[in-house]
């Protein structure tokens, strides 16, 4: 089970902290991703780390860090300079994925209930 938090309503430029709290799954034994869905769009990839790699949507580089706590058996988006358009349902996922599709929907079998993050300009 993946336990998704940390959304909330931020004006453009400000930072939010995602967190996802993983059960019964070690989440350094995964890819770990985030996902997010505006209204109307499809769940567009964001964000994965597995191992020690970690992988970036173009419109989020250099703004969006993923990280893992292990021991906490937790997975975190840092998301900085926030725009407008990153105003969406965040999810986070995990599965076994290889590195190669990991901006893929499909190959995760968890997905979290999704935390609203809405940037206002």
């Known amino acids: 089970q993946l336990q998704a938090s940390g959304g909330g309503t931020v004006q453009a430029g400000g930072s939010l902290r995602l967190s996802c709290a993983a059960s019964g799954r070690t989440v350094s034994n995964y890819a770990m991703a985030w996902f997010r869905q505006a209204p109307g769009k499809e769940r567009e990839f964001v964000a994965a780390i597995r191992l020690g790699n970690t992988k970036y949507a173009d419109s989020v580089k250099g703004r969006f860090t993923i990280s893992r706590d292990n021991a906490k058996n937790t997975v975190y988006l840092h998301m900085n300079s926030l725009k407008p358009e990153d105003t969406a349902v965040y999810y986070c996922?995990?599965?076994?994925?290889?590195?190669?599709?990991?901006?893929?929907?499909?190959?995760?079998?968890?997905w979290g209930q999704g935390t609203q993050v809405t940037v206002s300009s």
């Open positions: 996922a995990s599965g076994r994925v290889i590195w190669g599709l990991v901006e893929t929907v499909s190959p995760y079998d968890y």
